[in-house]
Each structure stands twice: as C-alpha cells, then as structure tokens.
C-alpha cells in the first residue's frame, strides 16, 4: 500500500474515482483491483503531464518513496 494514505482515505478516493467513471473494478474481495476505465483513458495524456511537471519539481530522491507502477510512463 502507499505509505502516509490512510487505507480509509484511499478507498474513499477509489470509490470516487470509479463513480465518476474514470477507474472500474475489477475482481472481488481481496482480488479486486482497478483499471482505467473508458474515460479515464482518454485523460490519461494529462494525467501523465501533470506526473511530470510535478515530478521536475519534487526534491533529490523522492522516487525511492513511490511504487514503481506510478512512475511508468
């Protein structure tokens, strides 16, 4: 899991995220995971710019904190 989220806060955000249509679930229980929906593949050239405006301006090894699957590009 991320480090410094909540487990609450992330499933609240999840559940968000889904409702507003940009993740859907996928599995159940403890198998569940979450893909890009339809819409949220169309944003997906933002999201990915906003990642790396942010990530320019983040301080010397901030990476090390971050699972891997967030930085692929």
């Not at 899991?1 to 507003?20: A, N, Y």
């Not at 198998?31 to 890009?36: F, V």
Request: hydrophobic residues 30%; proline residues 10%.
């Amino acid at each position: 899991m991320f480090d410094g989220i909540p487990p609450t806060l992330l499933s609240e955000r999840r559940k968000r995220l889904v409702s507003d249509g940009l993740l859907e679930r996928q599995g159940a229980g403890r198998r569940e995971t979450h893909a890009s929906a339809p819409h949220g593949r169309r944003i997906e050239p933002e999201l990915q710019a906003l990642r790396d405006f942010g990530a320019g301006r983040m301080p010397d090894g901030w990476e090390s904190g971050v699972p891997p699957e967030v930085l692929r590009g």
